[in-house]
């Protein structure tokens, strides 16, 4: 009888370990679904999922800085937004909206090769669709369009570079704990999903240069 309640208490404390490691694992495979879109960029995976050697892009003799000048606007207009909902002001995240709007369809993208370009297109394209929606949502779904937002912006730095050094954020809680990304211009974390509910939800992921 000794030796059956010795083995079950053995069961029972590997069950627990492995649980622990399995919830562990999740998290960080969540994670890192959360970043895919960077990682295919910067691997070289295009959003139709054809692949480019950028080693070997060619940017027309394009200077880096003209390169990023290119997106200033779209970084300015975005963390506009960002610190709008930060600051749960739905009226101001709509006009931060209507101007990143603007922005995102002066984007120029001819001087980059015709891979990018295609890819940049695409980018602008459904990054202008969520910052029109923004302009004339109520805040909750102003959030739900800045979570894509966020993506196609990193996708489109990946690409141009930022004229400023940036902060990719990660909140795991929003979107019934799918997580959503955004970016800052500082380290301090100020949730732009959850506003002064949760504003320090959140860790920094990475520094974009």
Not at 91 to 106: C, I
Not at 156 to 183: E, F, H, V
Request: aromatic share 4%; net charge negative.
């Amino acid at each position: 009888m000794k030796k059956a309640n010795v083995k079950t208490g053995i069961l029972a404390i590997v069950m627990i370990a492995l649980t622990a490691t399995s919830c562990k694992d999740k998290k960080k495979e969540q994670e890192g679904q959360e970043g895919h879109h960077t990682e295919q960029v910067e691997e070289g995976s295009h959003r139709d999922g054809t692949m480019e050697d950028h080693s070997q892009m060619d940017h027309g003799d394009m200077p880096h800085n003209e390169m990023t000048m290119l997106s200033s606007d779209i970084v300015t207009d975005y963390l506009a937004l960002k610190n709008a909902l930060v600051s749960d002001d739905q009226d101001g995240a709509a006009m931060a909206g209507g101007r990143l709007e603007s922005s995102l369809k002066s984007f120029n993208s001819s001087k980059f090769t015709s891979n990018q370009q295609a890819e940049l297109n695409d980018i602008i394209e459904d990054a202008t669709e969520h910052a029109e929606h923004i302009a004339k949502s109520e805040i909750g779904h102003q959030r739900e369009h800045f979570d894509v937002l966020s993506k196609d912006v990193i996708d489109l730095l990946a690409i141009t570079g930022s004229d400023r050094t940036l902060y990719q954020a990660y909140c795991p809680m929003y979107n019934n704990n799918k997580g959503a990304q955004w970016l800052s211009a500082t380290k301090e974390i100020k949730n732009p999903y959850y506003g002064a509910k949760m504003l320090s939800c959140g860790s920094v992921q990475k520094e974009i240069n």
